[in-house]
DNA sequence: GACCTGCTGCGGACTG
């Protein structure tokens, strides 16, 4: 039988309706095995190739939807996802009579307490409204859903690989040991790696062995055009700035400058040479820190926009799947940090028929250019940085205790760590382990025991009882910025907050005129000029293959026709700065320079290891300082036969370096910032979180064993 | 020079 053959009559006629004149390749084999089988399924496509939909025909085709209780839950990252699904699920719903019900902080009361009353159908909703729900109300975990058949997780890789992601595990976790039967899982992604044949994806989804992925590679056609345009000061170079415009002025564009104050610097000053020279006035900026409501309506101009153009300047806020219509083109300033990330940007254009789509690839100095053209090459050899998952993720463990314990208000020491055993988000933590952070938690105030059960204790009931509690990433305090009653967004507290500045906020030009410390707001009134705002913010991550990719560029004589004249000529520079050393593998020979009573040296790696590196020299005596973005060590050291012999000896699985991660965080304690339910824990503890996600130990020491240093000549 | 994500329950004012 077909796939159309296969689907529901209702669902037959939808696709007659929508005429539709094929189902796409995806389609078809997710239609097949998801309805002849009850395995898992990852679906993973590249954006806007029906994976909503691959998935959805074949549930609502199979789910019988008669009886009580919700039948598919669908989980979204997203708010904005949320309601854009909404739309298209409600309207296939529509040929089935089942109800779909939205459930996020921003949803209706009254659709949440109709679904109370009558649970069924579809319910759409976040993760982190799912943990209040087994916080407040746990019986409507049990009442709405006991009953499910299928779960949906939109944008996968999203949650992969952090602190978010192993939360919804334990959440799935958990719904599953109330349900009466076994619920199917059908998790949406456009990037994930294949590297170690998904393994950590189906651990994800609980049932390894019934996991199976549905992948098509089919690769967007699309023509990189690279630009080099060196910067000299913070600023945007103005070429730049007028080559983007002229190459965008005739388009739908999305321009990704990769920080919240470069995207008001590109907003504004491409505003202002549109308005020199009579072009639209359609340009606007979109990030987190831009009000709400501004966003959405950027988000309702783009996608109601047919015939006008238009030109957002972004960051990630754009970057997955939330509906905007159609895009022509992509520009992207300096490198994108990771292979995922441009796929996603990428992905965003190329919709209209009889014109080709392009990537613009601005870089404005030598590095990012380098890094950019080995992002580019490594997305055309369809590569993508695996994921690595915590084995221990202790922090979680603490807010999923906490969790469980208000929820059931009241449980045993028996049934918890049965609890916790056999949640396999937990399943690499031990019992001992799991019991030792219970014993610190009460010591805290956190838990209290009373009689035989334990519940949660003073200090516990601060953090379980306030809106906080519900995720597990951490927000900066920001101040809102409001003119005149409008709220425009929000702006951290800097040397720049201060009165009679002007600053970009939305991709508006204002004069701070008050700022109320107690409440927490900046009020503002248009003004003619000024500067970008200030943030503050860690740069995310680099993988190890980009930074191996950036030295095989340097030491091939490979040609890029795609590039600009200045790109090409910074190219050939790099490559002669780097012939004097006679690297000849990228994959283990670095460059150490020494001269001038100077010690340095490449080691093209991932930041994470650049890190743990920079630590552990530190540590043993080497002083030195990383530049991550040329990934290059200066060190405070011009002995050079003793540093090789020193880094020869190194050998990390012999040292103990527990004792300097306990100080580290004695002495530092914000660098535990990146986990915020991990000040909890006891100390070593702690320790382990640093060491397990702060660095990578595994990683330094082979990348230490394998190097082969090339001295210059 | 450095991204992003989400949010309960209750009380009180207001509307139909």
């Known amino acids: 039988m077909t796939a159309f053959d296969l689907l ?135 009442h709405l859903f ?165 030109c957002i300047s ?74 690595s998952m915590t084995q221990k993720p202790y922090d979680v463990l603490v807010h999923q205790l906490l969790s469980m314990i208000k929820g059931a208000s009241g449980i045993t020491l028996t049934q918890l760590l049965e609890d916790v055993r056999s949640n396999a988000a937990f399943k690499n933590i031990s019992a001992e382990e799991t019991t030792e952070i219970i014993n610190h938690l009460t010591e805290i105030d956190f838990l209290e025991k009373l009689r035989h059960e334990y519940i949660i204790g003073i200090e516990g009931e601060k953090v379980v009882n306030t809106k906080d509690f519900y995720t597990l990433f951490h927000t900066p305090v920001f101040f809102r910025v409001i003119s005149q009653g409008v709220k425009i967004g929000e702006l951290p507290l800097s040397a720049q907050t201060i009165i009679d500045e002007n600053v970009y906020l939305s991709a508006r030009i204002w004069t701070i005129k008050d700022i109320d410390y107690k409440s927490k707001k900046i009020e503002v009134l248009p003004a003619k000029d000024g500067k970008k705002p200030l943030f503050f913010g860690d740069a995310a991550d680099t993988a190890p293959k980009i930074r191996e990719k950036m030295l095989e560029i340097l030491i091939s004589d ?49 930041s994470k290891v650049n890190r743990t590196l920079s630590f552990i020299l530190n540590r043993v005596g080497i002083k030195n300082q990383l530049q991550e973005n040329e990934s290059e060590f200066e060190l405070d050291f011009s002995k050079k036969s003793e540093f090789l012999s020193l880094f020869k000896d190194l050998n990390l699985n012999h040292v103990n370096f527990d004792d300097a991660l306990t100080e580290l965080i004695e002495n530092s304690p914000e660098t535990l910032n990146f986990s915020k339910w991990g000040i909890y824990l006891p100390l070593n503890y702690q320790a382990q979180l640093l060491k397990n996600r702060y660095f990578d130990f595994e990683g330094c020491n082979e990348f230490i064993r394998n190097l082969n240093f090339i001295e210059n000549k």
């Not at 909703?125 to 049990?142: D, G, R, Y």
């Not at 992905?347 to 690839?361: C, D, M, V």
């Not at 030598?366 to 994921?387: M, N, T, V």
Request: glycine share 6%.
């Open 146 to 310: 006991s009953t499910l058949e299928y779960v949906v997780i939109d944008e996968i890789h999203s949650f992969l690989g952090s602190d978010r992601g192993i939360h919804l595990q334990s959440l799935l976790q958990r719904i599953q040991k109330v349900n009466t039967g076994k619920f199917s899982t059908v998790a949406l992604s456009a990037t994930v790696s294949d590297e170690n044949k998904y393994a950590e994806l189906k651990e994800f989804l609980g049932d390894p062995e019934h996991t199976k992925v549905i992948r098509d590679t089919t690769p967007k056609p699309i023509n990189a055009v690279f630009k080099y345009f060196e910067r000299g000061n913070s600023e945007l170079p103005l070429d730049l700035l007028k080559d983007l415009y002229i190459r965008t002025r005739d388009s739908k564009v999305l321009v990704f400058p990769n920080a919240r104050g470069k995207v008001e610097e590109v907003a504004v000053k491409l505003k202002k040479l549109s308005e020199k020279v009579g072009g639209h006035a359609n340009y606007f900026s979109h990030h987190s820190s831009v009000d709400k409501e501004v966003r959405e309506y950027v988000e309702f101009f783009a996608k109601k926009s047919t015939h006008e153009n238009f």
């Open 314 to 387: 972004c960051t990630s806020t754009l970057e997955l799947g939330i509906d905007i219509g159609n895009v022509d083109e992509v520009a992207q300033i300096d490198a994108t940090h990771s292979i995922a990330s441009l796929i996603q940007r990428v992905g965003r254009s190329g919709r209209r028929e009889g014109k080709s789509s392009n990537l613009f690839l601005y870089a404005t100095d030598r590095w990012s250019l380098l890094q950019s053209l080995a992002c580019w090459l490594l997305f055309k050899e369809q590569y993508i940085e695996p994921i």
């Open 558 to 606: 490979e040609k890029y026709d795609f590039m600009d004249e200045p790109g090409q000529e910074m190219i050939r520079q790099m490559r002669k700065y780097f012939s004097i050393y006679d690297i000849r593998s990228y994959q283990t020979d670095r460059p150490l320079f020494s001269g001038n009573d100077k010690l340095k040296f490449y080691s093209f790696t991932g």
């Open 8 to 142: 529901s009559e209702p669902i037959r006629k939808y696709i007659r309706d929508q005429r539709w004149e094929s189902l796409r390749p995806i389609q078809e084999a997710a239609i097949q095995k998801i309805i002849a089988t009850d395995n898992n399924y990852v679906l993973i496509s590249r954006t806007a190739s029906g994976k909503t939909e691959a998935a959805f025909l074949p549930i609502l085709s199979k789910v019988n939807f008669k009886g009580k209780g919700v039948k598919v839950l669908y989980i979204s990252p997203l708010i904005a996802l949320i309601n854009d699904q909404f739309m298209r699920v409600e309207k296939l719903c529509e040929y089935l009579d089942v109800p779909v019900t939205k459930w996020h902080g921003e949803a209706s009361k009254g659709a949440k307490d109709r679904l109370i009353k009558a649970p069924e159908g579809i319910v759409l909703i976040t993760p982190e409204s799912l943990e209040a729900m087994f916080v407040n109300k746990p019986h409507n975990i049990h």
